[in-house]
């Protein structure tokens, strides 16, 4: 039987660990925190519940949906998954698309209307600010993508790969149009479409499902179950100290001391901290960004029924905020509910340091943004700290990325990644399915021969 560790018990560690149980196989799923499902955890608070980070799983991906399904399927219940994005200080309350641009201020639709037929880019094309002007225009850049971007980076756009524009849900179309063409496509959009909500109202929504009782973390923790149950292990509170290497393959990991052989390895995690221990790297771990979640118990209900608000003007303090209850009522108790601000900062600001200090000037923020009516709803507010939650991958990082993967497949063939990006942003649905891709390719490699497995070098 293969011997297969996997080093990480969040989402896609626990999806591996679940599915190669299923194939026959007994894996070591390990873990450095105390607890199971990294930032798709559920967090306790008495009679309260709140997700790390808003989470839910879209219907429409039907191998992702029918694993989570199989897994949880009595526990599920469906959602309209409805957000908004707040641009223009409120004015503007809606996912920003194509069909809306007809209800932006006149002096920036015409201007981007010019832009998108005559401007053209001095950018890198493979920065995200080359690649949006490239597409969209310098005005549009400018309006609705650069101000969002760099609020959550603090790196100017210019500076970052494309890639990271999937941080934000803006993905640059993979149909390389022209601009006369993709003029003619924004015109026939602008037609026959619903103006957007200015009064707080619902969004459109998109049909989604959320697992319950008690949250997200309900799902990682059923996973955890399937793969103990299947005869695999799940250890938490351990740490990877050495790998050793022969021949090109891992052929063991030292955890806590211990020494496990190993005939595959899973990583879920960075890439750095892989290459690390490797020796394939004396490079400093790329920069990235931490988010903070300020996590308040309300008192009464929303004035809203939309899940999330992504803010988009440059001077909010918060990226995002979220209703818990929304997609479940019981994670309040009654007559309350729950509200979680989201704030992406680096380490060396004071906010990271010190939270609580800023507990005020978040409430401030949800108020003068029409989140929540007044001071006055604001019960006592929890506190976590996210570190490492998106990686800042600048213009060169696509070339460094692939030398370290040729580099990594000549050393340790025998290890495989469930984000190839390298710690970048997935979604939900990106990190369940490429873990079940992985799954898929271990459950099929041949047994190793013995005399191939030999002694640890």
């Known amino acids: 039987m293969k011997r297969v560790v996997v080093v990480g018990a969040g989402l896609a560690g626990l999806t591996v660990g679940s599915k190669l149980v299923s194939s026959g196989l007994k894996p070591l799923v390990v873990e450095r925190e105390p607890h199971v499902g990294g930032q798709c955890r559920s967090l306790q608070y008495g009679e309260y519940t709140f997700d790390v980070g808003k989470h839910c799983f879209d219907h429409s991906q ?183 290497v022969r021949q090109g393959r891992v052929t063991g990991v030292v955890i806590n001391g211990r020494l496990e052989e190993v005939d595959e390895v899973v990583w879920t995690g960075e890439l750095h901290p892989l290459l690390k221990q490797l020796g394939l790297t004396d490079e400093p771990p790329p920069p990235s960004v931490n988010l903070i979640l300020f996590n308040f118990e309300m008192a009464g209900s929303p004035t809203h029924d939309y899940f999330w608000v992504e803010y988009a003007d440059p001077d909010p303090l918060i990226y995002r905020a979220s209703v818990s209850t929304l997609h479940r009522p019981a994670n309040a108790p009654a007559g309350h509910y729950g509200i979680t601000a989201e704030v992406a900062c680096r380490s060396h600001e004071p906010i990271w340091n010190d939270p609580a200090s800023y507990v005020e000037a978040v409430q401030e923020a949800l108020v003068r943004t029409d989140f929540v009516p007044d001071r006055g709803s604001f019960g006592p507010c929890h506190i976590e700290r996210i570190p490492r939650v998106w990686l800042i991958l600048d213009v060169d990082y696509q070339e460094r990325l692939e030398r370290s993967l040729a580099h990594l497949a000549r050393e340790a063939s025998n290890v495989h990644l469930t984000n190839p990006a390298g710690g970048g942003f997935q979604t939900i649905g990106h990190i369940v399915r490429r873990a079940l891709e992985v799954s898929r390719r271990i459950a099929e490699l041949p047994p190793r021969s013995p005399e191939l497995v030999g002694s640890m070098g």
């Not at 609020?151 to 494309?162: A, E, F, K, T």
């Not at 990271?164 to 026939?188: D, F, H, M, N």
């Not at 969004?203 to 695999?232: H, I, W």
């Open 62 to 244: 039907d191998e992702v949906a029918e694993f989570v399904l199989s897994h949880c399927g009595q526990t599920m219940v469906g959602v309209p998954r409805k957000k908004v994005g707040c641009y223009f200080r409120g004015a503007y309350r809606e996912e920003l698309g194509v069909g809306r641009l007809r209800y932006l201020p006149v002096s920036v639709l015409v201007r981007g209307l010019w832009d998108l037929v005559w401007s053209r880019t001095s950018a890198d094309r493979r920065s995200l600010r080359g690649a949006v002007e490239a597409c969209y225009g310098r005005t549009f850049y400018d309006t609705l993508v650069r101000q969002r971007i760099e609020r959550v980076l603090g790196v100017p756009c210019d500076q970052v790969h494309v890639d990271v524009g999937t941080l934000l849900w803006l993905i640059p179309p993979k149909e390389q149009l022209s601009r006369a063409a993709l003029l003619g496509k924004a015109l026939r959009r602008l037609r026959n479409v619903r103006a957007p909500r200015t009064d707080g109202g619902p969004p459109k929504a998109f049909e989604a499902f959320y697992p319950s009782p008690r949250g997200f973390g309900d799902f990682c923790e059923a996973l955890a179950q399937a793969v103990m149950a299947g005869g695999g292990t799940v250890q938490t509170v351990a740490s990877i100290e050495s790998l050793q």
